[in-house]
């Protein structure tokens, strides 16, 4: 971590500002990224505190100050989608602090849209070689994300409730985003639900974990239960008994060391003095596992409306998810 992403982590977000805006993000995951985005701003901007955002509350001296952070963007050859990602939660802030902003007149500076590297899939000889050499939970993060399509920032929050198996076809139901307006459902491969969910869970079980399978039920208790737990060490019962979930940084930067280690990722640092820019890669950490299982379900042929619900994708974003 630079000390650039160290400073901004630091911030710490409250205010009655930060209440309007944070409280009225329903997705866990979305409010993730929404918070980074504005401790991102913050920094550019030099403040400490979210309510200095309404220290003047002109629109046209707000829309200058976020002009000017998309130029500063623009000239990092931050892409023009990430501009947009990053922006939006901006807006949002604003819009729920009833500061109206002319957004077409920002939108403009986004810049033109230009493809940074050619993105593609992981391969399945590539998934093979990360499996070979993961840890159990490892093992499991990466089966999930290529059997089933879904967005790593929806793993986090999975618990034991989140999963049903299926014992006739020997796989896992598994339930994404629960009691939020997008709670969609998904399969898990037989691989998946074998060498994945079951060896990583029994591996807690053995550990001294109170877990177990309800044979009636099909389904492994506590309910609540964190699926992805942080590291324990098994010689203390304490932390052995008592999970806590995984936080979606941490899951990545797992992930990414994984790969690493197993030739299928490299770190690259800017070349340019006291740069903080991110070197993107023609794969993406955790959107080439998505993009594979798509690519996968196109292949095969599978009904276009049931894709897009197992997938949770919006239609007509086949293009830029199909990597044959």
Sequence with gaps: MTSHQKQENDLVLKGESYKH????????????????????YLNFLKLKEVDDLLSNQHPRYIESQIIGYIMSLRESDVSQGTIKYLVAPIFTFYQLNDVVLNRKKVARYFGEYK?????????????QVALQNADARTRMIILILSSTGCRVGALPALTL?????????????????????????????????????????????RSGENISFNEKTQQWEPLDTPLIRQQFDVSDLLQVKHPKPMKL????????????????????????????????????????????????????????????????????????????
């Design 21 to 40: 805006f944070i409280n009225a993000i329903r997705s866990p995951a979305t409010r993730i990224g929404y918070e980074n985005s504005l401790r991102r």
């Design 115 to 127: 493809k940074v590297v050619k993105d593609t899939a992981y391969t399945t000889d590539q998934i």
């Design 161 to 205: 409730g989140n999963l049903t198996k299926l014992p006739s076809y020997g796989l896992y139901r598994i339930v994404f985003y629960e009691g939020s307006n997008n709670e969609m459902y998904t399969f898990t491969t037989r691989e998946t639900a074998q060498t994945g969910v079951e060896n990583y869970l029994l591996y807690r079980k």
């Design 249 to 324: 940084n941490t899951l990545r930067n797992v992930l990414a060391t994984h790969l690493i280690r197993c030739g299928l990722r490299t770190i690259e640092h800017p070349t340019a003095p006291r740069s903080t820019k991110r070197v993107r890669k023609s794969v993406s950490l955790s959107k080439g596992f998505r993009k594979r299982a798509i690519s996968l379900f196109i292949e095969a042929g599978l009904n276009h409306e049931i894709r897009e619900l197992i997938c949770d994708h919006a239609t007509g974003l086949d293009a830029a998810y199909f990597r044959p």
